[in-house]
């Protein structure tokens, strides 16, 4: 069966310091992945999706960027965080070529950025 | 870009009663997939129904169903029964069957059960 993990699932970083959060996929290949952030009591805004290694399609600029090294695996990652940057993180992904599937999504990271 | 609107910031509904949360969208395409997805305060986000955009009938699952309009471009869930564990936070999503296969979310609605 197909798992995804996310971690850390929280995280305190002072302002301006770096950010690499990780996801990981088993079971699956080639799945699609998506990196969302969650502000207290707000909806999910979309950050990147990829469909493949090394495509990564950015939905806001802003100083986050993501990675997908390997078929499985995407990074949500920051050279300088901002108190702006506090939230809650989603890592999801979702069968490629079946688009009526769900998406299935991680645990979650709480960020503060103090 | 396609766009998805939930109007309904808070909603409450007595146990055991029906409730139904409010969603539109926005898009100039003609197929595409709808969504509904709970996230309790674990926040682990659970999906609680689909619709494909080509079928007209209404989809139902369980006690859940929706209304589906598309001409409106409104998608609407119907909780019957309503019950304790139905506590937490709906998002309605919207994803293209075309392209780039991106999810978008809505707002969404924070639905409380009163005993």
């Known amino acids: 069966s197909q798992t995804i993990h996310q971690w850390p699932a929280t995280l305190v970083q002072p302002v301006g310091s770096p950010l690499s959060l990780e996801c990981t996929v088993e079971g699956t290949s080639n799945p699609n992945l998506y990196w969302y952030r969650q502000a207290a009591g707000r909806g999910l805004q979309l950050l990147f999706y990829?469909?493949?290694?090394?495509?990564i399609s950015s939905e806001v600029p802003q100083n986050l960027s993501a990675s997908r090294p390997q078929d499985r695996q995407f990074i949500l990652s920051s050279k300088k965080l901002l108190l702006s940057d506090s939230g809650f993180y989603l890592c999801?992904?979702?069968?490629?070529?079946?688009?009526?599937?769900?998406?299935?999504f991680g645990q979650g990271t709480r960020l503060t950025v103090v | 870009a396609q766009t998805v609107t939930q109007s309904q910031p808070e909603m409450s509904v007595q146990e055991a009663e029906t409730v139904t949360l409010s969603c539109t969208y926005d898009?100039?395409?003609?197929?595409?997939?709808l969504f509904w997805y709970k996230q309790p305060p674990s926040r682990q986000m659970i999906l609680v129904i689909r619709?494909?955009?080509?079928?007209?009938q209404n989809a139902t699952e369980n006690r859940f169903s929706v209304n589906f309009q598309k001409a409106a471009k409104s998608f609407s869930l119907k909780i019957s029964d309503s019950q304790l564990g139905d506590a937490a936070m709906y998002f309605c999503a919207y994803r293209s069957a075309q392209g780039a296969q991106k999810l978008v979310f809505g707002q969404g609605t924070r639905l409380t059960i009163n005993p």
């Open positions: 898009t100039s395409e003609s197929d595409y997939y």
């Open positions: 990829s469909v493949g290694i090394g495509q």
């Open positions: 999801a992904w979702s069968e490629s070529g079946f688009i009526n599937t769900e998406a299935f």
């Open positions: 619709q494909e955009a080509y079928k007209q």
